[in-house]
Nanobody, 119 residues
């Protein structure tokens, strides 16, 4: 079982930045892909970004050019740098560890961290 703990959420004004962190522990596989999803009130959880061991990344169209995902395999930690935040980025952000090496097929979830973009 993999445990994932997110941190870094909060309240930020439109145009601001936040960096989320996700620390993995337990029966981890630092080789599997990891990623971020988010869920806004009244909406389904949606994919945000993912990264695999080779460093290949994927992003939702809505965040391309604004968000950057990265990972430190030595620390079993994945990050999400979010810039130029918009009110529509508001939601609970969940870290996910994939069942697969190269693609994001969520197998484990973190508890989520709230991100609120508002003036």
């Amino acid at each position: 079982q993999v445990q994932l703990v997110e941190s870094g959420g909060g309240l930020v004004q439109p145009g601001g930045s936040l960096r989320l962190s996700c620390a993995a522990s337990g029966r981890t596989s630092s080789s599997n892909a990891m990623g971020w999803f988010r869920q806004a009130p009244g909406k389904e959880r949606e994919f945000v970004a993912s990264i695999n061991l080779s460093g290949s990344t994927a992003y939702a169209d809505s965040v391309k050019g604004r968000f950057t995902i990265s990972r430190d395999t030595a620390k079993n930690t994945v990050y999400l740098q979010m810039n130029s935040l918009k009110p529509e980025d508001t939601g609970v952000y969940y870290c996910a560890a994939s069942k697969k090496l190269w693609t994001m097929v969520p197998g484990s979830w973190g508890q989520g961290t709230q991100v609120t973009v508002s003036s």
